[in-house]
């Protein structure tokens, strides 16, 4: 069973974040990065299925050279081998381009199981694991919070509204876009830490890939959200008023 995981490297959850000189991105100059916590989710989940049904677990990430650290906490987590595919600190893409990018970089694999966070923390499209699954002609299931082995395929969890769950069986090849906090996270143990410094990391360039064409999606302007305060006084008999105020709250502040 061949199983690969597609981790992102996004910037610490606790980061004080400031918008760039250009307007358009995050000043990334002195951020902690970590990897994407989706990802670490379905990290798991790929070495948990590895656990019951032997193989290997091979990650891959887009990103610049900074994201050769959470590769390497990938694999001192347990994974086997990477794939890094190399991109510019300052370039762009888009789910779409990505997507085209990993696939090509999956045809040598041809995985039986494809796993991807459900989205990532920095730009959060939402996209890349179900446009890979078209791309790479996958059959795919969204929001998944366990994994079964069933016959010749999987049988999937997947989280619905409401506290509902829904079970289906798929066959095999797949990809899946997994849940945060189905399950608890393992941490790197020394010896997996030793043993991370000599796996292989195959780099690959976008250029041997095939190139990044043209994105379809670009950042125009990045800002934060206003905060500003408002006061409205409720005249009239208390019922009236406590009708008008459970009104506002219902449908503008979408509280209750
Ligand atoms: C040419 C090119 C240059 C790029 N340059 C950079 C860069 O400098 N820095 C950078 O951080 N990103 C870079 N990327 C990645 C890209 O910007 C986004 O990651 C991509 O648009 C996915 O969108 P999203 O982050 O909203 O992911 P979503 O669609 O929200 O992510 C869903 C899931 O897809 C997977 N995924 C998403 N992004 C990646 C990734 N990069 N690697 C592996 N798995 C991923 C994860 O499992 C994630 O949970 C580049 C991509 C290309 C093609």
New binding site residues.
């Given amino acids: 069973m061949k199983i690969v995981?597609?981790?992102?490297?996004?910037p610490a959850r606790d980061s004080l974040l400031k918008v760039n000189s250009s307007g358009n991105w995050i000043e990334d100059a002195d951020l902690s990065y970590e990897i994407?916590e989706?990802?670490a989710y379905?990290l798991e989940a790929g070495l948990q299925f590895k656990e019951k049904q032997g193989g290997e677990v091979v990650v891959?990430?887009?990103?610049?050279d900074r994201?050769s650290q959470t590769i390497r906490e990938a694999l001192a987590k347990g994974a086997d081998r990477a794939i890094h595919?190399e991109?510019?600190?300052?370039?762009?893409?888009?789910?779409l381009?990505?997507a085209a990018?990993?696939a090509k970089a999956l045809e040598a694999e041809q995985p039986d199981l494809v796993?991807?966070?459900?989205?990532?923390d920095?730009?959060?499209?939402?996209?890349?694991?179900v446009i890979?699954a078209e791309t790479m002609g996958l059959p795919h299931a969204t929001l998944i919070m366990n994994i079964e082995p069933e016959g010749d395929g999987i049988r999937v969890k997947r989280e619905l509204e409401d506290g509902w769950f829904q079970n289906v069986d798929m066959p095999l090849p797949a990809l899946l876009?997994i849940q945060s906090g189905a399950t608890k996270l393992r941490y790197a143990t020394l010896m997996g830490i030793k043993k991370a410094k000599t796996k292989e990391v195959k780099s690959l360039s976008?250029a041997e890939l095939g190139g990044?064409g043209s994105a379809s999606?670009r950042v125009e302007r990045l800002y934060v959200p206003e905060k500003s305060k408002h006061s409205q006084i409720f005249d009239g008999p208390p019922k009236e008023a406590a009708a008008k105020l459970v009104e506002k709250l219902r449908f503008e502040a979408r509280v209750l």
């Fill in positions: 995981v597609a981790i992102k490297q996004v994407n989706p990802d379905a891959i990430c887009a990103g610049p994201a595919i991109t510019e600190e300052d370039s762009a893409g888009d789910p381009v990505l990018v990993m796993l991807t966070g459900l989205q990532s920095d730009l959060g499209y939402g996209q890349t694991g890979l876009t976008v990044a999606i």
